[in-house]
């Protein structure tokens, strides 16, 4: 009951935010951009083989200047022991029969941020808020997701410092149950930066840190680098490469993203 309630409460939250940012975006003409890219990941997550997964996500944005909303649509293909279940964003839980591969439409995510919650020019200090709904819909029965939603909010803090941004966040998911597995909320947190080497190319670094969904495992702790560069005013490239410090965490991984905005 009392998971039911924390979930209401964040349905809740969400639902007021979106209706805020709504009434704010009619306002202003908006910004389209679409980007899409490939992620591989790579990782035994306390198993005994290695649990291989390639996500190739689709994603709309909607910018309005201050609110922008996110829908994002991702094929996947795991190949991992049967058995397994594939928790995108989360820890794999490895199974123990053969090495199968899976594929198909992951888990759908919808998200709303609102930029600039807090702004301070003097301090160059400013601080975003985001709500977020990832849908149960990839196939539990192929094991490349839990079947069920999971909701969260998150802040990410900025402090500017000429080329130089430092970067941090904190947010909490609430995770839905599958059958026959019971998981936990999460607390989610993130820290590094980004510096500007010319106008158009960003270099960076960012450590995750995530709590486990499952009693008794490890946390997850990952630390991303990445360079990104504009190769025209409308397009821009980005390519990253992490690697994982715990049983729960992948053992390396990499990709590289491409994004467009349509009407700058």
Same mark, same amino acid.
């Given at each position: 009951?009392?998971?039911?309630?924390?979930?209401?409460?964040?349905?809740?939250?969400?639902? &007021?935010? =979106?209706?805020?940012?709504?009434?704010?975006?009619?306002?202003?003409?908006?910004?389209?951009? /679409?980007?899409?890219? @490939?992620?591989?990941?790579?990782?035994?997550?306390?198993?005994?083989?290695?649990?291989?997964?390639?996500?190739?996500? @689709?994603?709309?944005?909607?910018?309005?200047?201050? &609110?922008?909303?996110?829908?994002?649509?991702?094929?996947?293909?795991?190949?991992?022991?049967?058995?397994?279940?594939?928790?995108?964003?989360?820890?794999?839980?490895?199974?123990?029969?053969?090495?199968?591969?899976?594929?198909? =439409? +992951?888990?759908? &995510?919808? !998200?709303?941020?609102?930029?600039?919650?807090?702004?301070?020019?003097?301090? +160059?200090?400013?601080?975003?808020?985001?709500?977020?709904?990832?849908?149960?819909?990839?196939?539990?029965?192929?094991?490349?997701?839990?079947?069920?939603?999971?909701?969260?909010?998150?802040?990410?803090?900025?402090?500017?410092?000429?080329?130089?941004?430092?970067?941090?966040?904190?947010?909490?998911?609430?995770?839905?149950?599958?059958?026959? @597995?019971?998981?936990?909320?999460?607390?989610?947190?993130?820290?590094?930066?980004?510096?500007?080497?010319?106008?158009?190319?960003?270099? +960076?670094?960012?450590?995750?840190?995530?709590? !486990?969904?499952? !009693?008794?495992?490890?946390?997850?702790?990952? =630390?991303?680098?990445?360079?990104?560069?504009?190769?025209?005013?409308?397009?821009? /490239?980005?390519?990253?490469? /992490?690697?994982?410090?715990?049983?729960?965490?992948?053992?390396?991984?990499? +990709?590289?993203? &491409?994004?467009?905005? =349509?009407?700058?």
């Amino acid at each position: 009951m009392k998971m039911k309630v924390i979930q209401l409460i964040s349905l809740f939250g969400y639902a &007021i935010m =979106l209706q805020s940012a709504m009434a704010v975006a009619q306002n202003n003409d908006p910004e389209f951009t /679409l980007s899409s890219g @490939i992620d591989f990941t790579t990782g035994t997550y306390g198993g005994d083989v290695d649990i291989e997964d390639i996500y190739v996500p @689709i994603t709309a944005t909607v910018d309005y200047g201050r &609110i922008a909303f996110r829908l994002t649509v991702p094929y996947l293909s795991v190949s991992a022991p049967e058995g397994t279940v594939f928790d995108s964003g989360g820890v794999p839980l490895p199974g123990s029969g053969a090495l199968t591969t899976e594929s198909g =439409l +992951g888990d759908v &995510i919808g !998200s709303v941020t609102v930029y600039d919650v807090i702004n301070n020019h003097r301090l +160059g200090f400013a601080m975003d808020l985001t709500g977020k709904v990832k849908f149960g819909t990839a196939d539990e029965d192929k094991g490349l997701g839990t079947g069920e939603s999971d909701y969260s909010v998150q802040a990410d803090f900025y402090k500017f410092a000429d080329q130089l941004t430092l970067l941090s966040s904190v947010g909490y998911k609430f995770r839905g149950d599958p059958t026959g @597995i019971d998981l936990n909320n999460v607390l989610m947190a993130s820290l590094g930066g980004t510096y500007k080497l010319t106008p158009d190319v960003n270099v +960076g670094m960012i450590f995750d840190f995530r709590e !486990s969904a499952i !009693s008794g495992n490890d946390d997850i702790q990952e =630390l991303t680098g990445f360079v990104s560069r504009r190769i025209r005013e409308d397009w821009r /490239l980005q390519v990253y490469a /992490l690697t994982g410090f715990t049983d729960s965490s992948p053992d390396w991984g990499g +990709g590289i993203q &491409i994004k467009r905005t =349509l009407n700058r």
